[in-house]
């Protein structure tokens, strides 16, 4: 079979490779749609260190072409999604609530990180029972597949920052995840909704996800324009996800004392993240710092799932662009150089 991979730090290309064989517990997937992440970018630029021709990404949907003997729930031929974190949910970290986090910090992401992602025409999945859902007859794929990272981050994102009815949110970044938090913190009932982002179309996206102000970071001071939208008071419940330094620093500047801030952003560069130490309350202002990666499991995709069959949220205006398998070194590159405006690239097998 054919699959897109990373070669080395920087280097991607297509290779050719054995179709995987299921365990008892695993099944083999027959690739239909994917998404480009930008996580697959931060890969492929070296954030988590070499890689030798690891089959990338971990956002997509299919057929089953295959389970083993122990596979309870699903047969060849069903539509499935499949998580892009899928963990081990015998172990104690599962057991403890943080799935994501079995078999290490980080360790419930697999796909593209420690074995070979779903760029490829056939991809392997364990503990399929755990960690794969039908697709209901209502919902495309197109839909479906945002389910696997963006829109599971994205509302643990809004989860995560603890939004009390009617609170008031500052959502730091509007690429997929931040969007998917703007549409998660209006699900989840928040009276004011703040978008931080320079980026026009993603403005207007997070205006049709429900956010009520934009703040412009390259035209006014964040900080203040936040403390001005609030009443001077700072919101609370802020969101990273940008994965930036001084995005981080601003979510804590602007967060009132005894609230939350949610990371989602990947920080994909240098050694510290930095706590502006005043704005924190010289550590003693309550402020709650949480971080979080996008939860696994059968459970939460048909959750979400549900909230695309009742209308809750289309996530297919993330999509801007769509190309066949074999054009997908293409839309890598215009990932990595956010070229035309790219948003989210679906990959068509
Ligand atoms: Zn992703």
């Not at 796909?111 to 399929?128: P, Q, R, S, T, Y």
């Not at 997070?206 to 934009?214: L, M, N, P, V």
Request: some cysteine; glycine content about 12%; aromatic content about 6%.
């Amino acid at each position: 079979m054919r699959a897109f991979v990373m070669k080395g730090i920087g280097k991607v290309g297509f290779a050719e490779k054995p179709i995987p064989s299921p365990g008892p517990t695993d099944a083999i997937v027959k690739t239909t749609k994917a998404l480009i992440c930008t996580s697959d970018v931060h890969t492929v630029n070296g954030a988590i260190g070499p890689r030798e021709n690891l089959t990338l990404g971990h956002e997509a949907v299919g057929v089953i072409h295959q389970v083993g003997a122990a596979v309870k729930r699903f047969k060849p031929g069903d539509h499935v999604l499949v998580g892009a974190i899928t963990p081990e949910w015998g172990d104690a970290a599962s057991q403890w609530g943080h799935s994501s986090q079995s078999g290490g910090a980080l360790s419930g992401w697999k796909f593209a990180n420690v074995k070979d992602g779903v760029f490829a025409e056939f991809f392997h999945v364990n503990e399929a029972d755990a960690n794969m859902a039908h697709i209901p007859a209502a919902v495309a794929e197109d839909a479906a597949v945002y389910c696997c990272d963006m829109i599971s981050t994205g509302v643990m994102a809004a989860e995560n920052a603890n939004i009390p009815p009617g609170g008031t949110v500052a959502v730091f970044a509007l690429g997929p995840v931040g969007l998917m938090a703007v549409a998660g913190a209006r699900m989840l009932g928040a009276g004011l909704i703040i978008g931080v982002d320079s980026v026009a179309r993603r403005q207007e996206l997070a205006r049709s996800y429900g956010a009520d102000a934009i703040v412009d970071h390259e035209k006014e001071d964040v900080v203040a324009r936040i403390m001005d939208l609030t009443g001077g008071e700072g919101v609370d419940s802020s969101i990273e996800a940008l994965g930036g330094d001084l995005s981080f620093q601003n979510a804590i500047r602007v967060t009132k004392p005894g609230a939350t801030i949610s990371n989602a952003g990947y920080h994909g560069k240098g050694e510290f993240v930095h706590i502006p130490r005043m704005e924190w309350g010289v550590g003693m202002a309550e402020k709650t710092i949480r971080t979080g990666l996008c939860p696994g499991g059968r459970l939460r995709m048909e959750r979400l799932l549900r909230l695309l069959q009742g209308g809750r949220v289309d996530p297919t205006r993330l999509t801007t662009h769509s190309f066949r398998f074999d054009e997908v070194g293409r839309a890598f590159e215009m990932m990595d150089r956010k070229l035309d405006g790219i948003i989210k690239p679906l990959i068509l097998f």
